[in-house]
């Protein structure tokens, strides 16, 4: 048996940047992300009105992209049939992801945890290329 556990940071947006993801979806949606994740082990997850960031672990047999297409997938489609938020939850195809180390977990989590307080103070695109710049990636997506 192998034994793998890779942690992931993720962020990703709404579609056009829609602000669908009031505080009260928030909470509803991201519980349920959190619950019904199939074999994937959510860690932490919070977000603000047009994004989400996950820190999750993969398994040996995931990957980041399936990863998270299992995951934006089942929760757009669940909340649109349960009518979770006003109007369409869909997500924008782009994502950002990078690894974590053990010894940095506890700073991530604390930083999806604060995102209503993070974003009192710079915009969700700002955040997009601050991280972009940090984590060397060359261009900024939307």
Same mark, same amino acid.
């Given at each position: 048996?192998?034994?793998?556990?890779?942690?992931? /940071? $993720?962020?990703? &947006?709404?579609? /056009?940047?829609?602000?669908?993801?009031? %505080?009260?979806?928030?909470?509803?949606?991201?519980?349920? +992300?959190?619950?019904?994740?199939?074999?994937?082990? +959510?860690?932490?997850?919070? &977000?603000?009105?047009?994004?989400?960031?996950?820190?999750?672990?993969?398994?040996?047999?995931?990957?980041?992209?399936?990863?998270?297409?299992?995951?934006? &997938?089942?929760?757009?489609?669940? $909340? /649109? *049939?349960?009518?979770?938020?006003?109007? %369409?939850?869909?997500?924008?195809?782009?994502?950002?992801?990078? $690894?974590?180390?053990? $010894?940095?977990?506890?700073?991530? @989590? *604390?930083? +999806? %945890? /604060? *995102?209503?307080?993070?974003? @009192?103070?710079?915009?969700?695109?700002?955040?997009?290329?601050?991280?972009?710049?940090?984590?060397?990636?060359? @261009?900024?997506? &939307?």
């Amino acid at each position: 048996m192998s034994y793998v556990k890779i942690w992931v /940071n $993720s962020v990703w &947006g709404t579609k /056009n940047r829609q602000h669908v993801l009031v %505080k009260d979806v928030r909470l509803i949606l991201f519980s349920h +992300i959190k619950e019904n994740a199939k074999h994937i082990y +959510i860690d932490t997850i919070d &977000g603000y009105t047009e994004h989400v960031h996950c820190l999750f672990a993969l398994n040996a047999d995931m990957t980041v992209a399936k990863a998270l297409q299992l995951i934006k &997938g089942e929760a757009s489609h669940w $909340s /649109n *049939q349960e009518n979770i938020v006003k109007l %369409k939850l869909e997500w924008a195809d782009e994502y950002f992801a990078v $690894s974590v180390s053990e $010894s940095n977990l506890d700073r991530v @989590r *604390q930083y +999806i %945890k /604060n *995102q209503e307080e993070h974003h @009192r103070k710079k915009t969700f695109v700002q955040e997009c290329e601050e991280l972009m710049k940090k984590y060397g990636f060359n @261009r900024v997506q &939307g």
